[in-house]
């Protein structure tokens, strides 16, 4: 499987981005999704997931800001940030679980087997 994440950038706070991740090789629609992040000197942390069925999780940072959404006809997984703050600066991974059961929404990295490149977010003051 593999994972390519885009739609970084630099963006002002108060701003919006779009992340995009494509996903090739297993069937896209039997996994739970999920994005990540790492700001440097943290540990990663859960932004959003979204499972087979289309239930979804975020973290508590990004709840009523951040939307995410895929479509499994193009193998994709969207994660629409607004209102985005300094505080949202980090590298962005999307990450795919296989093993999750439908009504799952995995929250720990651990659970997911296959991992994005990463796509840099920068919030500027």
């Known amino acids: 499987v593999q994972l390519q994440a885009s739609g970084g950038g630099l963006v002002q706070a108060g701003g919006s981005l779009r992340l995009s991740c494509v996903a090739s090789?297993?069937?896209?629609?039997?996994?739970?999704m999920g994005w990540f992040r790492q700001a440097p000197g943290k540990e990663r942390e859960l932004v959003a997931v979204i499972g087979r069925g289309g239930s979804a999780y975020y973290g508590d940072s990004v709840k009523g800001r951040f939307t995410i959404s895929r479509d499994n006809a193009k193998r994709t997984v969207l994660l629409q940030m607004n209102s985005l703050r300094p505080e949202d600066t980090a590298v962005y991974y999307c990450?795919?679980?296989?093993?999750?059961?439908?009504?799952?929404?995995?929250?720990?990295?651990?659970?997911?087997?296959?991992w994005g490149q990463g796509t840099q977010v920068t919030v500027s003051s």
């Open positions: 990450a795919a679980d296989y093993n999750a059961i439908l009504s799952h929404t995995p929250q720990n990295p651990d659970d997911y087997e296959y």
């Open positions: 090789g297993r069937t896209f629609s039997r996994a739970a």
